[in-house]
């Protein structure tokens, strides 16, 4: 079946724009992350949804950065006024046990580069 | 301190051999801990849960010592395609809530 798709690929922006980065997580899928990865370090959590239940945002490095999650399924990540340090793998991972128990099945990525 | 941490490596194997490296928390309240594999330029993808009896999946052998919090993670008869990044994954409970947290990863080399 159909893995976690997310979009765009790359992207490249100006240091000062907004930028909206899409996750499609595998359907059914209950739990939901994102995590972004610079060059050489490992996974930084940065915010986790499970069902209904109130995000956890404790990822988040500023106000600069949100997320949302519309019907339990498809998920965006927005980041206003781009600084050169957001330069990152952002990564969205989707499994179907919360708690954060249970196997993550990761996106491809999106490579975001701010100028 | 780093929560999770891993030799970054990179450790170069000839092929064939077998190779280990470990991954130290720091938190004892960890309850649930992963190896996870990421090939270059890709996304992470899970090679095995650890559990606390130890266990082997193939080549693989993954064993966790609680007394000395550290989990490690055992390669034998190494291939080519063996060669990756391999992640370490912690998920303990901060308050109320779960947490995870991801070693920065040891690379793995096997040559020819």
């Known amino acids: 079946g159909a893995g976690v798709s997310q979009s765009p690929s790359n992207k490249v922006t100006e240091k000062g724009k907004d930028v909206e980065l899409r996750c499609d997580p595998i359907?059914?899928?209950?739990?939901l992350y994102w995590y972004r990865q610079s060059l050489g370090q490992g996974l930084e959590f940065l915010i986790y949804?499970?069902?209904?239940?109130?995000?956890?945002k404790s990822g988040l490095p500023s106000d600069r950065f949100s997320a949302e999650r519309t019907g339990g399924s498809v998920s965006t990540l927005t980041i206003q006024r781009t600084q050169q340090e957001d330069s990152a793998v952002y990564l969205c991972?989707?499994?179907?046990?919360?708690?954060?128990?249970?196997?993550?099945?990761f996106g491809p990525g999106t490579r975001l580069t701010v100028l | 301190r780093k929560e999770v941490e891993q030799d970054p490596g990179p450790f170069n194997v000839p092929e064939g051999a077998t190779v280990a490296f470990n991954c130290t928390y720091s938190n004892s309240a960890s309850q649930s801990f992963f190896w996870y594999r990421q090939d270059c330029r890709k996304e992470p993808k899970l090679l095995m849960s650890?559990?606390?009896?130890?266990n082997e999946d193939g080549r693989f052998t993954a064993q966790l010592n609680r007394a000395s919090q550290y989990i490690s993670l055992l390669i034998r008869d190494s291939k080519l395609s063996d060669s990756a990044t391999y992640l370490c994954?912690?998920?303990?409970?901060?308050?109320?809530?779960?947490?995870?947290?991801w070693g920065a990863g040891t690379k793995l080399i096997i040559k020819p």
């Open positions: 991972a989707s499994s179907p046990l919360g708690g954060m128990a249970g196997e993550q099945f």
């Open positions: 650890v559990y606390s009896s130890g």
């Open positions: 949804f499970q069902g209904n239940s109130a995000p956890d």
């Open positions: 994954v912690v998920n303990r409970r901060g308050g109320s809530n779960y947490q995870l947290i």
């Open positions: 359907s059914g899928h209950t739990a």
